[in-house]
């Protein structure tokens, strides 16, 4: 997995659908808002998903930073 996670086209992907974590967090029960509804009340899930982006967040840096530093030539 760590392999082909360090090509682009995996990484790219992967990176893109992190963005459906945002909606998700705007509808869990932070602060009960009068703008948006709540759909998660529990604070739990709330948790799970802000563990499940922070790892994430983590292993798609990691990542690019090995697969950006074996893309450079070695002349520079």
């Known amino acids: ?16 659908l992190r963005l459906a974590f945002i909606p ?3 509808l869990c029960n932070v602060h009960p808002r ?6 998660f009340y529990s604070d739990n899930v709330f948790i799970l998903l802000m563990g499940i982006f922070a790892v994430s967040n983590g292993l798609l840096f990691t990542a690019a930073s090995i697969s950006a530093t074996r893309k450079v030539e070695d002349d520079l």
Request: hydrophobic share 50%; no cysteine.
């Open 24 to 26: 998700l967090l705007v």
């Open 1 to 16: 997995m760590a392999q082909s996670l360090q090509e682009g086209r995996l990484l790219l992907i992967l990176s893109w």
């Open 34 to 39: 009068s703008h948006t509804s709540t759909l």
